[in-house]
């Protein structure tokens, strides 16, 4: 196992990454939970790894409820989040109830929200069991719900007590899911650190095929990254929106297509290469660099051009996006491959350029 601290000015945490730890988890949790907890799980996920979490908290004597929730990201919303709301109220949930999250980046966020929201605050624990959740969403106190407008429009920043990413769970992904999830570890390469863009060239395969000691690697790679960001820039004033590289252009296919059709890291690979084409039309990256994105893209089996829909509903959709600054459109681009940058863009035939093969 390997544990990380995410410092930020409001709160420390760890992650703890490693495998079979949800049936470690009265061990690793125990300094982080209340005198009652509930475990926010959905109907894929239970399945799966309720038993063993219910059976750890057993051990440490601590009562438990648990809410299961539909699966999918086109129940992140406010529907969704009442039941959660509900099964509290129903159960007698108090401020320091601990609210646990066992499940993907829906569940997480959700259950993030919910937890900020509950009698105006109450803790919680993030047990992610995607590999997009591990490497990104559970990190960094980002939460939030969907609307039809746009996506985590929404939400709080709030941050998790722990963070138990069982490197375990993703072996029981189905590899579509596996895939969405690779396309936030290839983002971490392509915003910040090109050896590791260069590493993840060479492994891909490996990746995809679970090797174990080179999945735990890309793993506590990226949660690295990200809590060293996050550090700097707990509520994203600056370098954390370095993170939503892809995401504007990802987040505006998931509204046009409907929220499940495509899944997040789907959108996000495709946003990823259509950034790295916005950057090179800036004169900033090479098509070298937009290729290797696309290639790499593939390679995880994921998409690496969007759909095709008009220029209008693009610009209808982006306009939503949390970047969005005095009315100015805001995007996460590269200086170069390894290093991201902020660019506002107020000449819409750039956008349309970047956009034209796939109008």
């Given at each position: 196992m390997r544990t990380l601290t995410v410092q930020t000015p409001s709160h420390q945490y760890p992650i703890f990454i490693g495998h079979k730890l949800i049936e470690q988890a009265d061990t690793l949790l125990q300094p982080y939970l209340g005198k009652k907890a509930a475990i926010i799980t959905n109907e894929t996920v239970a399945p799966l790894y309720l038993k063993q979490l219910q059976t750890a908290l057993d051990r440490l004597g601590v009562p438990h409820f648990s809410i299961i929730l539909p699966d999918g990201e086109e129940y992140k919303n406010w529907q969704t989040l009442n039941l959660i709301y509900d099964g509290l109220m129903q159960n007698r949930a108090e401020r320091k109830t601990t609210l646990i999250a066992l499940g993907g980046g829906v569940i997480g966020d959700m259950v993030g929200f919910a937890a900020a929201t509950y009698q105006r605050g109450a803790p919680f624990i993030q047990v992610p069991t995607t590999l997009l959740s591990q490497v990104d969403s559970s990190v960094g106190g980002k939460t939030a719900i969907n609307h039809p407008l746009g996506k985590n429009m929404i939400g709080a920043f709030y941050q998790?007590?722990?963070?138990?990413?069982?490197?375990?769970?993703?072996?029981?992904?189905?590899?579509?899911?596996?895939?969405?999830?690779?396309?936030?570890?290839?983002?971490?390469?392509?915003?910040?650190?090109?050896?590791?863009?260069?590493?993840?060239?060479?492994?891909?395969?490996?990746?995809?095929?679970?090797?174990?000691?080179?999945?735990?690697?890309?793993?506590?790679?990226?949660?690295?990254?990200?809590?060293?960001?996050?550090?700097?820039?707990?509520?994203?004033?600056?370098?954390?929106?370095?993170?939503?590289?892809?995401?504007?252009?990802?987040?505006?296919?998931?509204?046009?297509?409907?929220?499940?059709?495509?899944?997040?890291?789907?959108?996000?690979?495709?946003?990823?290469?259509?950034?790295?084409?916005?950057?090179?039309?800036?004169?900033?990256?090479?098509?070298?660099?937009?290729?290797?994105?696309?290639?790499?893209?593939?390679?995880?089996?994921?998409?690496?051009?969007?759909?095709?829909?008009?220029?209008?509903?693009?610009?209808?959709?982006?306009?939503?996006?949390?970047?969005?600054?005095?009315?100015?459109?805001?995007?996460?681009?590269?200086?170069?491959?390894?290093?991201?940058?902020?660019?506002?863009?107020?000449?819409?035939?750039?956008?349309?350029?970047?956009?034209?093969?796939?109008?």
């Amino acid at each position: 196992m390997r544990t990380l601290t995410v410092q930020t000015p409001s709160h420390q945490y760890p992650i703890f990454i490693g495998h079979k730890l949800i049936e470690q988890a009265d061990t690793l949790l125990q300094p982080y939970l209340g005198k009652k907890a509930a475990i926010i799980t959905n109907e894929t996920v239970a399945p799966l790894y309720l038993k063993q979490l219910q059976t750890a908290l057993d051990r440490l004597g601590v009562p438990h409820f648990s809410i299961i929730l539909p699966d999918g990201e086109e129940y992140k919303n406010w529907q969704t989040l009442n039941l959660i709301y509900d099964g509290l109220m129903q159960n007698r949930a108090e401020r320091k109830t601990t609210l646990i999250a066992l499940g993907g980046g829906v569940i997480g966020d959700m259950v993030g929200f919910a937890a900020a929201t509950y009698q105006r605050g109450a803790p919680f624990i993030q047990v992610p069991t995607t590999l997009l959740s591990q490497v990104d969403s559970s990190v960094g106190g980002k939460t939030a719900i969907n609307h039809p407008l746009g996506k985590n429009m929404i939400g709080a920043f709030y941050q998790p007590q722990a963070v138990l990413a069982d490197l375990t769970a993703l072996q029981t992904l189905p590899q579509r899911e596996l895939s969405a999830g690779m396309a936030e570890v290839i983002k971490y390469g392509a915003l910040g650190d090109a050896e590791f863009f260069a590493w993840l060239e060479e492994n891909m395969a490996d990746l995809m095929a679970q090797h174990q000691e080179k999945m735990a690697e890309a793993v506590y790679h990226c949660c690295k990254m990200k809590a060293d960001i996050v550090a700097k820039d707990e509520t994203e004033q600056g370098i954390r929106a370095w993170l939503n590289l892809g995401h504007t252009f990802g987040h505006a296919i998931e509204a046009e297509m409907g929220y499940g059709v495509w899944l997040h890291g789907e959108a996000v690979a495709a946003g990823c290469v259509l950034a790295s084409r916005l950057s090179h039309i800036l004169g900033k990256t090479r098509q070298a660099d937009t290729d290797r994105i696309a290639a790499l893209m593939e390679a995880a089996s994921l998409p690496s051009a969007p759909p095709i829909f008009s220029f209008e509903k693009w610009i209808e959709h982006m306009s939503h996006d949390k970047k969005v600054s005095s009315g100015i459109m805001r995007f996460v681009g590269l200086e170069y491959l390894g290093k991201a940058n902020i660019t506002e863009i107020t000449d819409m035939e750039i956008l349309r350029q970047t956009l034209q093969p796939y109008l």
